[in-house]
């Protein structure tokens, strides 16, 4: 069975910029859940998404928001991009949300300049 | 809001040797306490511990809840140079909480 998969792998992106990252879960699995990595800051939640519909969000400031789609697919969106956001952006995909085993993609390194 | 503190941050020891990690958590309802291993790319899951399953086993790799103490560890016996990571230690259901890391060198 295929893992997560996330794209793009690299970004450099410049200052006032959006981006946008995708992730695909494994297969039958139907919540995504988004996580920055910095090397200040560890790994940090971001949001939570189950049949459509954001379940939980973390501290962050509205600049970061997403989706997901009806086939479990899930897309992040940063605009007007800091410094600051330079981080590894990981996905994590699980089974249902009363299901706690996360399974994590290799992530997207975004580099902003 | 909820907490996870790991330790040691960093551990060096010899190929063979067997090593602890710890993970200590405060949380407003315990949900589950998971165990990965990253090393230059994502966390990779190891275990799952929750109130009906608190020991884990895979081969060198262990791992005991301990919910009086508020904590958990992860042993691994029979340290070998692959088994140098990031271990990290997290609570949550669809929002894990994780700890700090602990980051662990296998010496030749």
């Known amino acids: 069975k295929a893992g997560v998969t996330q794209t793009p792998r690299y970004l450099i992106k410049t200052r006032g910029q959006q981006v946008t990252l995708s992730c695909s879960p494994i297969s039958g699995h139907r919540s995504v859940s988004w996580y920055q990595q910095t090397p200040g800051q560890g790994l940090q939640f971001l949001f939570e998404y189950f049949s459509e519909t954001q379940r939980n969000k973390g501290n962050f400031p509205g600049r970061f928001s997403g989706r997901q789609f009806s086939n479990s697919r899930s897309e992040m969106n940063v605009s007007t991009l800091e410094l600051g956001d330079s981080a590894l952006y990981l996905c994590?995909?699980?089974?249902?949300?009363?299901?706690?085993?996360?399974?994590f993609g290799p992530g997207t390194r975004l580099t902003v300049t | 809001e909820d907490k996870v503190v790991q330790s040691p941050l960093s551990l060096v020891v010899h190929e063979g040797d067997t090593v602890t990690l710890n993970c200590s958590y405060e949380?407003?309802?315990?949900?589950?306490l998971l165990w990965y291993k990253q090393e230059k790319k994502a966390p990779t899951f190891l275990f799952m511990l929750?109130?009906?399953?608190i020991e884990k086993k895979s081969g060198r790799l262990s791992s005991i809840l301990d919910k009086k103490e508020l904590s958990s560890i992860l042993n691994i016996t029979a340290t070998q140079t692959g088994d140098s990571a990031i271990y990290l230690c997290a609570h949550g259901a669809q929002k894990l909480v994780f700890g700090q890391g602990t980051r662990l060198t296998i010496n030749p």
């Open positions: 929750t109130s009906s399953g």
């Open positions: 949380v407003t309802n315990f949900r589950s």
């Open positions: 994590a995909s699980s089974l249902g949300p009363e299901s706690y085993e996360q399974y």
